[in-house]
């Protein structure tokens, strides 16, 4: 599952010097160098300055993200931290804790190195800087100094890689030239470095998705690049972006052997990284793949560019869950009774939840326990506020539409706003969804879905705590044209054109 958790850092000192700088003064005010300096064991030296100093006059403190989706202790891998003042002498400093340092004086220079040995969790992988062997991932979130990430939008940082000769690196940020780039959001900017893997740059309607696979699969590359090509087009319709967007997805494969269809990955701003395992079969690790993309590529949308603060994950990784099953259905890749049973496990989880908690409470606490029942409650919420707005509207909106009107509203240059209260806005707006909302995103109630169930024809029974759920065997015709609309039919009706087609 994606596991992005944005860090949102406050620049304060950096509207103090707006006030006396005009702002032509501040570009591209820091350049950096991240080079390999041995593969084995993996390690990274990097070196920075502040092109234009007196911006970080008043900066003292030095230091690097500690934690992230879950990961621990990142900056213990730190060491050799040097700090240097315009003259190129070095700042005595004191080390008050691994990853947090403080200088005697200003400094404007800095050194380092990392320790980038692959995680020993494996699923760190699609969220961490590691190189392991012959590929690598280089987020510049975890990699640079906490000073440089936060000021993302306000300087800009120009980067040098320096790599083994015959590597490559390949990124969606503003290429210069050979191996040096432009960064303007530099949180959100991934570098994919190494050798031996394949690529394919796809056009879709004018956006360019870069594709690379590392590893030998059980499917062909082609088969992957066409999923990819397939779903990405599905949501540029359902969204109406504009074209000319870029986006890369990066695939790779655990190096151990006994993890049958796990899978761990991250979208960071238009990145896509994933990491599985190969099932049994072929046919099962396409259709794994084919879900894996559908949940990720989602996120390309939402939440990347949404220009949302706050923690609403309950939104984007629970509704992005259902609006993945929905794709899986429409698209013929998932049984409608595999849809039915994915909601009524959810149901089953959302029950045995001995502590209950709004999907609110739930985003905020996201890594301390609550990421099971923010994927299974926000799912079950977007699956009844699809249902609710079905009904209401006899068939002819859907949750598509909320997803449409959110992104269209918020989307980047939009200004940025608290993404929950944007988010409860919009659902708010319709009147069949404030139960909803005020019951099970505001507050923790019991979900209880069984009005909801009834009127789009879906029997629900509950046995041993273990939710069960199936269509109706006679529904009645309204309940039929609900059930249809959430692709009750839709094997049958590919089935059919299929047939008249041959
Ligand atoms: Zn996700």
Redesign the pocket.
């Given at each position: 599952?994606?596991?992005?958790n944005r860090i949102y850092f406050a620049a304060f000192f950096f509207f103090a010097c707006l006030l006396f700088f005009p702002l032509n003064i501040l570009a591209e005010t820091i350049e950096a160098t991240v080079k390999i300096t041995t593969l084995a064991p993996s390690t990274i030296e990097v070196r920075g300055r502040n092109i234009s100093a007196d911006v970080r006059q008043k900066e003292r403190n030095f230091s690097f993200l500690q934690n992230y989706a879950g990961i621990e202790n990142l900056a213990e891998r730190i060491s050799q931290v040097a700090l240097f003042d315009e003259r190129a002498s070095k700042i005595d400093y004191r080390k008050l804790s691994s990853g947090e340092y403080l200088a005697e004086s200003n400094f404007s220079e800095w050194s380092y190195q990392i320790n980038a040995a692959a995680p020993k969790n494996e699923s760190a992988k699609a969220h961490v800087s590691f190189i392991d062997g012959e590929q690598g991932i280089l987020m510049l979130g975890d990699l640079l100094p906490i000073n440089v990430v936060e000021n993302d939008n306000r300087e800009t940082l120009k980067i040098t890689f320096e790599l083994p000769s015959d590597w490559k690196i390949v990124s969606n940020e503003k290429k210069i030239s050979e191996r040096v780039f432009e960064i303007a959001d530099v949180e959100k900017a991934v570098f994919y470095i190494g050798k031996n893997w394949r690529e394919k740059e796809i056009d879709i309607s004018g956006d360019q998705v870069k594709f690379l696979i590392f590893g030998e699969r059980q499917f062909s590359d082609a088969e992957a690049f066409a999923m990819a090509e397939e779903i990405y087009a599905f949501y540029k319709n359902l969204f109406g972006a504009e074209p000319n967007q870029k986006a890369l997805i990066y695939l790779s494969k655990f190096s151990s052997a006994q993890s049958h269809g796990r899978w761990e990955?991250e979208?960071r701003g238009s990145n896509v990284t994933i990491f599985s395992a190969e099932m049994p079969f072929k046919t099962q690790s396409l259709q794994r793949l084919h879900e894996q993309l559908r949940?990720?590529i989602?996120?390309l949308w939402m939440p990347s560019r949404l220009n949302f603060s706050g923690n609403y994950d309950w939104f984007?990784?629970g509704f992005?869950?259902y609006q993945s099953l929905r794709v899986g259905v429409t698209v013929n890749r998932l049984r409608f009774e595999d849809f039915l049973d994915t909601l009524a496990r959810a149901h089953t989880i959302d029950n045995l939840q001995s502590r209950k908690i709004s999907l609110i409470e739930a985003s905020k606490n996201r890594w301390n326990g609550a990421n099971t029942q923010i994927y299974a409650r926000g799912m079950l919420v977007a699956f009844l506020c699809d249902a609710l707005i079905l009904q209401k509207s006899k068939g002819k909106n859907s949750l598509s539409d909320v997803f449409r009107e959110i992104y269209q509203k918020h989307k980047l240059p939009a200004p940025r706003q608290d993404g929950n209260t944007a988010i409860l806005q919009i659902l708010e707006s319709r009147e069949e969804l404030r139960p909803i909302t005020e019951n099970y995103v505001k507050n923790a109630r019991a979900i209880d879905w069984r009005t909801t169930l009834e009127t789009i024809g879906i029997e629900s029974v509950e046995e041993n705590f273990q939710t069960k759920l199936k269509a109706k065997e006679k529904p009645n015709g309204r309940q039929k044209d609900l059930l249809d609309r959430l692709g009750y039919n839709n094997w049958r009706k590919l089935r059919k054109v299929q047939n008249e087609n041959q």
């Open positions: 599952m994606s596991k992005l990955a979208t949940h990720e989602f996120h984007y990784e992005a869950l």
